[in-house]
């Protein structure tokens, strides 16, 4: 392989990797990411979710409906039956905290479905507070644990 | 409205806004983002780009395809007739930028289809490479330009 | 036309019909369903949507999104620019109460996707209390009101 | 948990329940539906059905294809791998009568996939006859067998 | 411009190509395409249509929804407000014939919706059909008629 | 069955085949299709993929990304978990050849998910060579190996 990257053949095109001779194991992998914001707008949503305007609310389904949707997304991921997938979502003083944890039982990982749910729910939070704060970020999205396959256990941070 | 936010109605509850009011006008929005890595990863991105294996380019058609699918990810947003959609991806020292610009002539912005491409486009580095470097982060996720519409231009860093 | 239905040409074959010569205008349907369930269940209902595990949230998220997919669903239906989605859910006595309301200014009318936010919401609440009710019932899903086109105003019950 | 509700954690928040300590098994779960309608309208369907215009078949269709992307519509439900869908779709005196069956080996059962793909067939029906009969309602739709899985057999009706 | 292509940059990047500055008229486009097969498959296949097993029938709605989705299948197109798709399927003596028409008013054309329409239909028409005569062809997948749009009609063969 | 189509019941109602009694095995298929064109055309392809502009490599993606989706485009077909898509591109003198392999490790064969990548990849080619040559034409888009499941190995041409 010229390039050393697993994603392309001999020839440097790109394909979706053969995992069919690889083992059926359950697999976990937890992503995490932020949305950094003026105190003001964290507040704002602290303050619905305790009560109305449940932006967290609204960011965790969507997190968790992107999820299942990861391999039409990104172009050589594998389809994969998803057996469980959470969102923690949190506004502390700056910034809203994400984490998401998918699960499978199958051939290959799910970091990507974990960083896509995490991704995809601070896609959300941006949506749904840009009409007061247009300057948010989506800072750190990174896998944080990864448990399961021939790799075996992942930690980091 | 008890939050502030214009997502939730009187009662808290969250609706897709009625914008059947606005005026169509021409828009766009260009959103930013980077993949932090380490440096040999960043060496490998740019080699292939320049012969076999390019990470890049797959990187580019997943954000142009992720950007049409805004509406299907965003719970909140409007399905928009994008017109033009561009992606900017280049290979640093320690991190791949990614620009995205996405052009529309409608009643509402394009912000989130600009955000959702660049960091789509981010997720498929980090597959792409993440056989080789599983550390990698995506960071500073933001708008950094947008005009048309009623709120008029905003320019960011 | 054989059948009388404008869904079918004269040799009764299904086509999408041509509405590129109709003008464009504002249009708006809201369509109503209802969950029969029983009292228990829609007590945990009310109790879960004024405290914790809002069942209602839940379903009104996947009600705004699925009425922005009804063109995937509902092999004839025309791809619309929607506007504007708001769904109302209350639990009752022995139901749940669905209103949805779609906006769009095009060629056609929205009665379709008002009919397929309220479903999907109704499937949603089955699906979140199926686990203590296995036997409520989708009651009633039809249109109420339309506004706009043609055929000018309809009113129901 | 504060609700009863499996689909909400000890927090109150939406999640997707882990099933994966569930064994794998086959199951099934049948669904029905009616779609009420005047006397000239279902004779339409029947005469159509016979021989041009055939209202149901297109409904039928729309509903196995509803039935592959239950888990894309409702937030919590889980990607399956479906292994038969079937609907009889019937058109009667007052009302076309939908059943739909589907079929699994998995790890969680096909109710939601029953049910959306009954609910999406209705819905398809009332799309392809509106232009005659716009007070058409949806009516009924709740599961009436399920088999498979730890809760044992279900019948209903 | 390297190549010549419009859908590469000055730097020979894919880009979807920018049409917010091209005016909106009425545009439709038709393409064919057969799928070609063995005497005997073409005989069940037009028995099967005049009396019970449609696979014309289930083709013409796969055709028809496949239009619809063109967007998310072909990286670089643009999505369009589709106005009407009709496709007609006729099986002969050796082949079954396809021609899909797809109209839009939009700033740009749907030769492709109308070629993914044909070949939706004829992979749909192979499905149905594979388990007697696995050696069918697909051939002769091209435009025939184009109206509408700058560079005027295009008529072929 | 009236019909001998397995895809319709002994009613004539189209139907997903119930595959849950079927062994799980390894299964790959191999479709090829061509892209015919004028000579020039393919000229510019291959200029365009040895430096910039590279046509095959956004089909190749397209293809990827098709096969994934087979199931919600072909009515019938079951979703399947694939565990590998490669598609070869190579621009001849008046061609494009394009071969697509799939393989799974499921209860039904990979048929209609290699021919959906193939198609996909050459109106991906079509789309982005039309602005210089709208004569284009696929041709030949066929199954050519099959091997594992019931039937056991095809191998064609």
């Known amino acids: 392989m010229v390039t050393g990257f697993t994603h392309f053949d001999a020839a440097g095109n790109a394909a979706m990797v053969d995992v069919s001779a690889k083992p059926v ?4 992998a ?5 949305v950094a914001m003026r105190p003001e707008t964290a507040a704002m949503i602290r303050q619905g979710t305790a009560r109305k305007g449940d932006v967290l609310g609204v960011a965790r389904i969507a997190g968790i409906m ?13 389809p994969l039956p998803i057996s469980a997938v959470t969102l923690e979502l949190t506004a502390g003083e700056h910034a809203v905290e994400i984490a998401a944890t998918v ?11 974990a960083l896509t749910a995490a991704s995809v729910a601070a896609l959300t939070v941006y949506d749904m507070c840009k009409s007061v704060d247009r300057g948010m970020r989506i800072e750190a999205v990174r896998l944080v644990h990864k448990a399961g396959g021939k790799s075996g256990e992942f930690v980091q941070e």
């Open 30 to 34: 937890t992503a995490r990411a932020q």
């Open 66 to 78: 992107a999820a299942k949707r990861t391999a039409e997304l990104i172009p050589l991921c594998h």
């Open 25 to 28: 194991t359950d697999r976990s």
């Open 103 to 113: 699960r499978t039982t199958g051939q290959t990982g799910v970091e990507m479905e």
